[in-house]
């Protein structure tokens, strides 16, 4: 028996039944759970949304509060919104559009400052609005940190240019350390700082150590320590995002225009982004 | 084996031969998530149901493993346990997972499971497995509440989240120790938890 446990043959039989039990209870638990999971993301997402502009408070219910926040899409090319008609910008997934030929470009290295490889052709953005007035308007922004493609929110007082809340959410930057982007104490330090210097360019970015006070570190960001490429990271991923490839022309008509004057027809939307979340191809 | 052994077995794992204070395993996790008790008892849980499952599942199977290829079966099965675990944890525990975030997929590396695994329950019947695994497990569990007790009481003012001291940054008066909040703070405690249980058991200090 004992001899007979050591063959060769037995000890590839063992093996084999073992990785075929064990693949079945992994690949079974992934796929049975995935929908509460996707779920649980989605929520995630949404209460992210809601930090970034400063409405989430404890324990509040996500789903009502989020009901406030009208969400539209954002033809990044030239700023301009798609009709709510066109598609439901709570079905289009900004990541896969991202990964597909149709409803993406290719980034070209020097535009690629986010380290993001394509570039989505539409981009949601979230809108706040109190007694009609447009206040809060809360941008999705991704970039490579460290480790990992790291994702947030930012949301721009109605200036649009002075910094109201940030997050992020996720990411797979090390724990204690870069994982400090998540720290509700830092992100708080980004409140009032501003995005676009006099000539209209992205000059926020984060700075290692303190943030000088008043005008002077009004575009700098404290740094963390121990965090250095992660931040980095989070710098380029502004400039990108906050740069002609990304929100700006979007943010400077919104300041010129208002939302309506920004709306194309459906007939000139181009080409559709038709990804829905969760539709298959 | 009897009663009386099986206990001395339990609670030998918890003091006698704690797996963090004695044999030093399973430090890492120990460090980085008891700057709080919510996650680290949620840690605790999951490594105890971890080590538990594991050790049981390896006893059973101790006569039909082949010993030329025993850590890699042993590895396979706790590495599909804690998958498993670190899925429920996406699905019904959101908040946590990600507070938790790549510990809980540390625990397929953390030695005290594969030293239960490899050490006992390859050469022990399923209920002398499962009574030392659940040993070792809560004793693992019961250094990491103490040092997140110590951490949070005197890091953050509070306990489980809920305020304990009122600190001065939000109009109380006690002046919260930032060190307790970073992971050094860990070995401190630990170290002293190793000399205390040295002071109690004169049998585990080194030979001069």
């Not at chain 2, 396979?76 to 670190?86: C, E, K, P, R, S």
């Amino acid at each position: 028996m004992a001899a007979a446990k050591e063959s060769t043959s037995r000890v590839l039989a063992t093996v084999l039944i073992l990785a075929l039990v064990c693949a079945t209870l992994v690949a079974g638990a992934a796929v049975g759970l995935r929908e509460r999971q996707e779920a649980n993301r989605l929520l995630d997402q949404r209460k992210n949304i809601l930090i970034a502009a400063g409405l989430y408070r404890e324990g509040a219910d996500v789903e009502a509060l989020f009901d406030n926040i009208e969400t539209r899409l954002v033809r990044l090319a030239d700023g301009s919104l798609l009709p709510p008609e066109a598609l439901d910008p709570t079905a289009y997934d900004q990541l896969k559009a991202a990964a597909r030929p149709r409803t993406s470009r290719e980034l070209s290295r020097e535009e690629d400052l986010a380290g993001l490889g394509r570039l989505e052709k539409y981009a949601p953005v979230y809108l706040v609005r109190q007694n009609g007035e447009l206040q809060t308007v809360v941008l999705p922004i991704r970039g490579r940190g460290l480790w990992s493609l790291m994702h947030g929110y930012v949301a721009l007082t109605a200036d649009f240019n002075t910094i109201a809340g940030v997050t992020f959410y996720r990411h797979g930057e090390t724990p204690g350390l870069g994982g400090e982007i998540e720290n509700p104490d830092w992100q708080q330090g980004w409140q009032g700082k501003q995005v676009y210097d006099r000539r209209q360019q992205a000059a926020l970015r984060v700075v290692k150590g303190q943030a000088p006070p008043g005008e002077e570190g009004k575009h700098r960001i404290d740094g963390i320590s121990g965090a250095t490429l992660t931040l980095e990271g989070v710098s380029e991923l502004l400039e990108f995002w906050f740069g002609p490839h990304g929100f700006k022309p979007f943010l400077q008509r919104l300041q010129r225009e208002g939302v309506t004057e920004m709306t194309i027809s459906g007939e000139q939307v181009d080409e559709l982004p038709l990804v829905g979340q969760g539709s298959g191809t | 084996m009897s009663e009386e052994s099986k206990r001395a077995l339990f609670f030998g794992s918890i003091f006698e031969r704690n797996p963090i204070a004695v044999l030093v395993l399973g430090i890492c996790s120990a460090l980085a998530v008891t700057a709080s008790m919510a996650t680290a008892l949620v840690m605790s849980i999951c490594l105890t149901l971890v080590v538990a499952v594991a050790s049981t599942i390896i006893s059973l199977l101790r006569h039909q493993i082949p010993n030329t290829v025993r850590i890699g079966v042993q590895i396979t099965i706790i590495a599909t346990l804690v998958i498993l675990v670190d899925q429920v944890l996406q699905a019904f525990y959101f908040e946590l997972s990600r507070q938790l975030s790549i510990f809980v997929g540390l625990i397929i590396t953390n030695c005290i499971v594969m030293g239960r695994a490899e050490g006992f329950a390859m050469n022990n019947p399923p209920g002398e497995a499962l009574v030392d695994a659940l040993g070792n497990g809560l004793g693992y569990s019961a250094i990491l509440m103490t040092v997140s007790f110590c951490r949070e009481l005197f890091g953050a003012g509070s306990l489980f989240g809920y305020t304990v001291l009122p600190l001065a940054s939000r109009g109380g008066w006690y002046e919260a120790n930032g060190l307790m909040l970073l992971p050094p703070s860990a070995f401190f405690i630990i170290a002293g938890l190793i000399w205390l249980l040295r002071e109690i058991y004169p049998g585990q200090r080194e030979k001069e």
